[in-house]
């Protein structure tokens, strides 16, 4: 059993976010003992995490990661799809507004340019 700062400590994870994962019920703890009721967690609770964290990484919100851990490999993978296209399309649209500024930018230059030559 594995205590909450040995648990961040091991999946690189705050306090906070442990916590809020248990308030969620998204990884609640294995065991929670003493008058304190100091949370404790088994290796399989360990394992959750650093799939959830992997998942976070993957850019997954907390509702998908939910209905991924509750799914079989097949449910999994759907969902994996949903991620991705919704990524995707996530990126096509930073890139749209990259290409803005791009031309906002070159269009700030050229007036420095002309205003220079003045």
């Not at 909450?4 to 998204?26: P, S, W």
């Not at 990661?65 to 949903?82: H, P, S």
């Not at 803005?100 to 230059?109: F, N, S």
């Amino acid at each position: 059993m594995k205590t909450v700062r040995e648990v961040c400590q091991y999946a690189g994870v705050t306090r906070k976010t442990l916590f809020y994962y248990d308030r969620i019920g998204l990884l609640k703890p294995s065991v929670r003992k003493g008058s304190q009721k100091h949370k404790l967690y088994d290796e399989e609770a360990v394992e959750r995490l650093l799939e959830i964290r992997r998942y976070r990484e993957a850019g997954y919100d907390i509702r998908e990661i939910r209905k991924a851990l509750a799914q079989d490999t097949e449910g999994r993978l759907k969902i994996c799809e949903t991620v991705i296209a919704r990524l995707s399309a996530a990126q096509a649209e930073t890139e749209k507004k990259i290409s803005r500024a791009e031309m906002i930018r070159k269009e700030l230059e050229e007036k420095k340019t002309g205003s220079a030559g003045r």
